[in-house]
Nanobody
Framework: QVQLVESGGGLVQPGGSLKLSCAAS????????MGWYRQAPGKQRSLVAM???????TYADAVKGRFTISRDDAKNLVYLQMSSLKPEDTATYYC????????????WGRGTQVTVSS
């Protein structure tokens, strides 16, 4: 069973904060890593942050120092804490596992919309 359910998005002012959550199946959490991706209208979907099973984290340059990825293995949840939000952070945010993307040829959940605007 494969499920990806993102939540926590919304409208926030520049400089504000927001925390996204992702409920993922246990099968996904057994994979090497989980990541957050985002896609704005007319733009390419890109990796924002990744957390591997050994605890290593990787962030896109655009969000370094502002976003933090974490997980709760007991609850099969992965989080993205976003701070100092900018208008360019506006996008639909998705969680996924790189290995799942490869295995399915591109399976994605519905995502959660984040809009940063004054």
């Amino acid at each position: 069973q494969v499920q990806l359910v993102e939540s926590g998005g919304g409208l926030v002012q520049p400089g504000g904060s927001l925390k996204l959550s992702c409920a993922a199946s246990g099968n996904i959490f057994n994979l090497y890593g989980m990541g957050w991706y985002r896609q704005a209208p007319g733009k390419q979907r890109s990796l924002v942050a990744m957390l591997t099973t050994d605890g290593s984290t990787t962030y896109a340059d655009a969000v370094k120092g502002r976003f933090t990825i974490s997980r709760d293995d007991a609850k099969n949840l992965v989080y993205l804490q976003m701070s100092s939000l900018k208008p360019e952070d506006t996008a639909t945010y998705y969680c996924n596992a790189p290995r799942l993307i490869t295995a399915t040829g591109g399976f994605w959940g519905r995502g959660t919309q984040v809009t940063v605007s004054s």
